[in-house]
Nanobody, 127 residues
């Protein structure tokens, strides 16, 4: 069974850090671009970051650039999102998704292009 499972969410004060994990099973993440998206109540799903399948190029939304870092460990079949200097506006459910064989910043804007999605993990940043 193909699965993506996010973990690492929680409640943190503004300025704090969290590291989200996206563990894949049933397939290997190596040939997939992996994206992180978030959705806050009443808002549309927003692309946060993605890492390409080919050369590991990373892309970030302007709102998180300089604060978030995406990385992948193909040996562990896992992708991470390190989130530092968190702000209350980062509060959302965070999802990871896998897109076979693609790369490019456009993937932040095309959630429909992704093949697999996780169930999401809640991140709450208090002020």
């Amino acid at each position: 069974e193909v699965q993506l499972v996010e973990s690492g969410g929680g409640l943190v004060q503004a300025g704090g850090s969290l590291r989200l994990s996206c563990a894949a099973s049933g397939f290997t993440v190596d040939p997939y671009a992996i994206g992180w998206f978030r959705q806050a109540p009443g808002k549309e799903r927003e692309g946060v970051s993605c890492i390409s399948s080919s050369d590991g190029t990373t892309y970030y939304a302007d709102s998180v650039k300089g604060r978030f870092t995406i990385s992948r460990d193909n040996a562990k079949n896992t992708v991470y999102l390190q989130m530092n200097s968190l702000k209350p506006e980062d509060t959302a459910v965070y999802y990871c998704a896998a897109d076979w064989g693609n790369s490019g910043s456009y993937l932040l804007d095309l959630p429909a292009d992704y093949d697999y999605w996780g169930q999401g993990t809640q991140v709450t940043v208090s002020s």
